[in-house]
C-alpha cells in the first residue's frame, strides 16, 4: 500500500477521485504527503489557513471545536477511505475546528494548490465534489432538525446518520466511530439516556454495538425509524 503504484489504486478508487483519469491519481500521489502518526497529534489547527485535503488510509481522524472555557466537542470522526473537506481549500477564512490525528493513524496529505488545480484542469468533477460534500452540509440541517422530534431513540437514529454522512462512510453498513464519551456529548444528554436509547435501537436490530464504534446495520430502516411521526 505504501509504494507510490499502491497508493495511486488506493486513491483512485475513493469518492471524487474515482472520476480522474489514473494518471492524474498518479501525479497526485507524487505531490502527496505520506504522514505517520504514533500519537495524536493536530494535523490542522483553528485559526491557520486550510493547507491541505486529508485523506485517511487507517486510523482516524478526529474534527474537535474548543469553547472559549476550553472544553471540547468532538463533531466528526473520519475513518479509512474518509476525507476532510474539499470545499474548506477554498475558504478565505482561517480554519474554526481542529483537525486530529489520533495515535497509529496513516494519511495521505494532499495540497491544498494540488487540489485545485486538479480542478482547474477537469471541472467536470465539480459536481462529483458537490454530490460529496452535499452529504455533510444535509447531515448539518438534519442536525439542527433534531430539536424539533420529542422521541430521544429517533433523535440519536438521526444523529448516527447524520455522523457517517459527515465521515463519509459509504459503505452498506457503516460505523460511527465515537466513544461513549464522544457521543454523549455532542447529543447532550446524560450517559443514562444514551445508554437506554442506544440498547433501544439496538434492540430493534437497527444498530450494533461494539468496542469503539456502533454499527449501522440497516440504514434504510433506521431512517423510516427516524423520520416515522
Known sequence: MESKAGMTEFLHGLAVFRALE???????????NFERYDRRHVVQRSGEKHHHLYVVVTGKL?????????????????GPKSMSSWLALFYDDVAQRNLIALADTRVLAIPAKAIREILDNKPSIYPEVLRHEGKRFRAALDLAQLVLSPNRSKRLATLLMMLVEVSGDSSDQPRVLMTHVQLQKIAN???????????????????EQAY????????????SYAKES
Do not use: D, W, Y
Not at 489514473?22 to 507524487?30: R, Y
Not at 478526529?62 to 473520519?78: H, R, Y
Not at 444528554?189 to 444498530?207: A, E, F, P, T, Y
Open 22 to 32: 489514473k494518471t492524474q491519481c498518479e501525479e497526485l500521489v507524487k505531490r502527496c
Open 62 to 78: 478526529e474534527m474537535e471545536a474548543v469553547s472559549p472555557s476550553g472544553e471540547t466537542l468532538t463533531l466528526a470522526v473520519f
Open 189 to 207: 444528554c446524560s450517559r443514562q439516556v444514551l445508554h437506554q436509547n442506544l440498547k433501544q435501537l439496538q434492540h430493534m436490530g437497527l444498530i
Open 212 to 223: 469503539g464504534f456502533i454499527k449501522l446495520i440497516n440504514i434504510k430502516t433506521l431512517k
